[in-house]
């Protein structure tokens, strides 16, 4: 056997840090859960939140693109035939 040794402490160090983050992580989840369910009972649409979260990370730029290419296609789709669909046999 090879005589390499491995830093137990540090990957034990690395180990626990990353667990305890991940434990943060889950608990911040519940937290956002608990808010999308307080908005929900006063009425508030949830999907529409979580779009409006969704577009307020991307720049400007970015929305504008998609909103431009979306009404492109829908104008496309209005616009067009619908062609055959194959008939199951």
Do not use: C, W
């Not at 989840?29 to 508030?44: I, L, M, P, T």
């Amino acid at each position: 056997m090879s005589d390499i040794t491995l830093p137990g402490g540090r990957i034990r160090s690395f180990v626990e840090r990353i667990e305890h983050l991940d434990a943060e992580l889950q608990e911040l989840n519940e937290q956002k859960k608990e808010v999308f369910s307080e908005a929900k009972a006063e009425g508030f649409d949830v999907k529409i939140l979580k779009e409006i979260i969704k577009l307020r990370k991307q720049d400007q730029d970015e929305r504008d693109e998609r909103e431009t290419l979306l009404d492109l296609y829908m104008r496309a789709m209005e616009t067009s035939e619908p062609e055959p669909t194959a008939k199951a046999a």
